[in-house]
C-alpha cells in the first residue's frame, strides 16, 4: 500500500493566489522529504528537500515539515502559470536510503 | 550539466513482444533507478543498482528484469510484455547525498 499519500488529488488555484499540498507519510521510519515538479512532457525535477521540523523557504515556496504527525506540505506564494504541473512529495527509506517512495502526485492548475 | 537519456522515447510493441529501454547517464552517479508512471499510482519502483553488475529489487517487479552493464548504462529488459505493462517509464540517477536526476521519459504502448 502507499507509504507516501498526498492531497488534494488536483488544485486549481487563480494566478497571484496560495497553493497548498499536503503529504502524509504512514511509516515513521521516513525521516526527511522531498519534493519534486513534473511539468507535461518532462521528467520530474527536484523543487527542495525538508530535513528538519519546520519551515525552509526557498523563493516563492515554503515547505513545511512535522514529524510527530508525519506531515509535510508545500506552499506557493503569488502562484505563476509556469507552476501548473504535477507536483510529487517522495521520502527515503530509513533502513534503505538508496530508495525514494513517492506519493501519487498533485495536479496543480494556475488559472490566468 | 547533469543528464539522463533515455531511448526510446516512444515504443509500440505487441503483447508477448520482447522490448528493452535504454539509460544512460553522464553524471558519475553511483545509484541508478527504473520507475513507471501510472496515473493514480505516481512514480513506482521496478528495480534500481548501487553501481556496474548490482541489481536490486524494487516494489513492482513482476515482468521486468534489469541490467547495469557499466557505470553509465541501466537497461530495463521486458521480455513477455503484456498490456498492463503499457506505462510511462522514467530512469534516474543519483549519488548518496543528492537528489534525483530524471531522462524525459519513455512511452510504452503494448498492444
Known amino acids: 500500500q502507499q507509504k507516501v499519500q498526498q492531497s488534494p488529488e488536483s488544485l486549481s488555484v487563480p494566478e497571484g493566489g496560495m497553493a497548498s499540498l499536503n503529504c502524509t507519510s504512514s511509516?515513521?521510519?521516513?525521516?526527511y522529504f522531498w519534493w519534486y515538479r513534473q511539468h507535461s512532457g518532462e521528467g520530474p525535477k527536484a523543487l527542495m528537500?525538508?530535513?528538519?521540523?519546520g519551515d525552509k523557504k526557498e523563493g516563492r515556496f515554503t515547505a513545511h515539515l512535522n514529524k510527530a504527525s508525519l506531515h509535510v506540505s508545500l506552499h506557493i506564494r503569488d502562484s505563476q502559470p509556469s507552476d501548473s504541473a504535477l507536483y510529487f512529495c517522495?521520502?527515503?527509506?530509513?533502513?534503505?536510503?538508496?530508495?525514494?517512495?513517492f506519493g501519487q502526485g498533485t495536479k496543480l492548475s494556475i488559472k490566468p | 550539466e547533469a543528464a539522463v537519456t533515455q531511448s526510446p522515447r516512444n515504443k509500440v510493441t505487441v503483447t508477448g513482444g520482447n522490448v528493452t529501454l535504454s539509460c544512460r547517464q553522464t553524471?558519475?552517479?553511483?545509484?541508478m533507478y527504473w520507475y513507471r508512471q501510472d496515473t493514480g499510482h505516481g512514480l513506482r519502483l521496478i528495480h534500481y543498482?548501487?553501481?556496474?553488475?548490482?541489481?536490486q529489487i524494487g516494489d513492482v517487479p513482476d515482468g521486468y528484469k534489469a541490467t547495469r552493464t557499466t557505470q553509465e548504462d541501466f537497461f530495463l529488459l521486458l521480455e513477455l510484455a503484456s498490456p498492463s505493462q503499457t506505462s510511462l517509464y522514467f530512469c534516474?540517477?543519483?549519488?548518496?547525498?543528492?537528489?534525483?536526476?530524471f531522462g524525459s521519459g519513455t512511452r510504452l504502448l503494448v498492444i
Open positions: 511509516d515513521h521510519n521516513f525521516q
Open positions: 553524471n558519475s552517479h553511483n545509484y
Open positions: 528537500s525538508i530535513f528538519s521540523d
Open positions: 534516474a540517477s543519483r549519488t548518496a547525498n543528492s537528489d534525483y536526476t
Open positions: 517522495a521520502a527515503p527509506m530509513n533502513y534503505n536510503q538508496g530508495k525514494l517512495i
Open positions: 543498482s548501487y553501481g556496474a553488475g548490482n541489481l
